[in-house]
């Protein structure tokens, strides 16, 4: 792989329009492109990129770019430059096709941490295309071997009720799992499932006919609550919430920030100009929903992509059309077909 050449101070680089760079013609193109160079780059909260796409990332990281299709407005693309790009923050539910290129990584001189989300509902079946979580927790424990805890964070995401699923089972599946990986992870992070205000997560659930999942109520949160304080104390981390808007700080739990510049200094702390930037940047991610917490990073990630195909995914809208794209995505990447985006017919 081509030695990223990074510049040696960090600076904010001006957003120029592709059509600019190339001085092609506007009128003639109704794709809007837009160049960016992100120093941060999120991998991804929209699909799992390290399990489903780690060949192709680390196939775009050679190549010097990718194209983000902005999901919302499809005419939108932005063109994702690393000339930048120092950090690299994974979020995926299993780590193995990961394992191998982490030497890679750290030779061309990247920083990063990974968020592993290990949940057990397994018996359940809602998480259907991930491997055993036995399997995933061998995994975050060799990762954890490879890159030292402080790079690896837990996430038992999103925490579900199920009518087959009691509250003292539930808390009995996260202590087995933290019981195994607490010495090899960083702090643990979680969710409570949010139905009622995200219509993608109430449609996935009708059309997996998920009629008996649902929210915690009040009392249950509490049991919840009152339960990982207590495994905090018993494994000596750090438990946080991610995108709640309620106050747990009487139970010891702090909001999360899943990108999170102190972290960030303390794993890139020989690189002086690099965490004065982070420092300089700790505002949070506008671009993010409001009880996010976290800084500002490029996600690169395309949505109705993912092959885990988890029943309450918001990501997801049409699994037949998730089934086509990774088909599609495949048969392009092993015939040698640049392959900017994701997606294969979006550039």
Request: proline share 5%; glycine share 4%.
């Amino acid at each position: 792989m081509k030695v990223v050449s990074h510049p040696t101070k960090i600076r904010d680089l001006m957003q120029t329009t592709l059509c600019d760079t190339l001085n092609l013609n506007r009128s003639t193109d109704t794709i809007r492109r837009t160049d960016i160079h992100p120093v941060i780059i999120s991998a991804s909260r929209a699909t799992d990129i390290p399990a489903w796409y780690m060949d192709w990332f680390m196939d775009r990281l050679q190549k010097g770019y990718i194209i983000w299709v902005n999901p919302y407005r499809p005419t939108h693309h932005q063109i994702v430059r690393f000339d930048a790009t120092r950090i690299i923050v994974f979020w995926t539910k299993n780590p193995a096709p990961l394992i191998p290129y982490i030497s890679e990584l750290e030779e061309n001189g990247y920083y990063f941490y990974v968020h592993v989300t290990l949940n057990d509902y397994e018996r359940e079946g809602i998480e259907p295309n991930l491997p055993s979580y036995r399997d995933r927790i061998r995994s975050c424990i060799e990762l954890s071997h490879q890159i030292g805890r402080d790079r690896v964070i837990w996430r038992y995401d999103p925490i579900i009720m199920i009518d087959s699923l009691s509250v003292q089972e539930l808390i009995n599946r996260i202590e087995n799992i933290g019981d195994q990986i607490a010495l090899h992870v960083n702090r643990m992070i979680f969710s409570f499932v949010q139905i009622a205000r995200y219509k993608n997560v109430r449609s996935s659930l009708m059309r997996h006919m998920d009629t008996d999942i649902r929210e915690p109520t009040v009392i249950e949160r509490e049991v919840i609550l009152q339960a990982l304080f207590a495994l905090s104390q018993k494994w000596n981390i750090p438990i946080e919430a991610c995108g709640e808007a309620s106050d747990y700080s009487s139970y010891g739990i702090k909001k999360a920030q899943c990108i999170n510049p102190n972290l960030l200094v303390q794993i890139c702390a020989d690189d002086t100009d690099l965490c004065g930037y982070i420092m300089k940047n700790k505002k949070k991610d506008p671009g993010q929903r409001a009880t996010c917490t976290c800084i500002r990073a490029k996600d690169i990630g395309q949505y109705s992509t993912c092959m885990h195909l988890c029943h309450y995914c918001y990501a997801n809208r049409d699994e037949k059309l998730v089934y086509r794209r990774y088909r599609e995505h495949l048969e392009a990447f092993k015939k040698g077909i640049d392959l900017p985006s994701i997606v294969f017919d979006s550039h």
